[in-house]
Nanobody
Framework: QVELVESGGGLVQAGGSLRLSCAAS????????MGWFRQAPGKEREFVAA????????YYADSVKGRFTISRDNAKNTVYLQVNSLKPEDTAVYYC???????????????????WGQGTQVTVSS
């Protein structure tokens, strides 16, 4: 079992920045990758970024490349998502997720993640 708790969301103006955090507890050593997903009202949950626990290899959605940065601190069992140059279309609930199966090909697929946090709201005003 892995428990995930996100924090750091809020209301920010377009062009602003936030740092989202995801604190993990439990069997964190068993995770292959940690991911961030987001879901806007009326839309499906979409992949944002992921990072492999062992080697730090990162993956990004095209829509956030160059603006968002995912990182990890294994000693603190925490994953971060630095979100810069925010746009109104980035408004969503951001979820942290843990993936156990070591299959990099599916790291962008929400269905392959095993544990989810409760989400943190990010609202970007224009």
């Amino acid at each position: 079992q892995v428990e995930l708790v996100e924090s750091g969301g809020g209301l920010v103006q377009a062009g602003g920045s936030l740092r989202l955090s995801c604190a993990a507890s439990g069997r964190t050593f068993s995770t292959y990758a940690m991911g961030w997903f987001r879901q806007a009202p009326g839309k499906e949950r979409e992949f944002v970024a992921a990072i492999r626990r062992r080697d730090g290899i990162t993956y990004y959605a095209d829509s956030v490349k160059g603006r968002f940065t995912i990182s990890r601190d294994n000693a603190k069992n925490t994953v971060y998502l630095q979100v810069n140059s925010l746009k109104p279309e980035d408004t969503a609930v951001y979820y942290c997720a843990a993936k156990l199966a070591p299959t990099a090909l599916t790291v962008v697929a929400a269905r392959t993640y095993d544990y989810w946090g409760q989400g943190t709201q990010v609202t970007v005003s224009s």
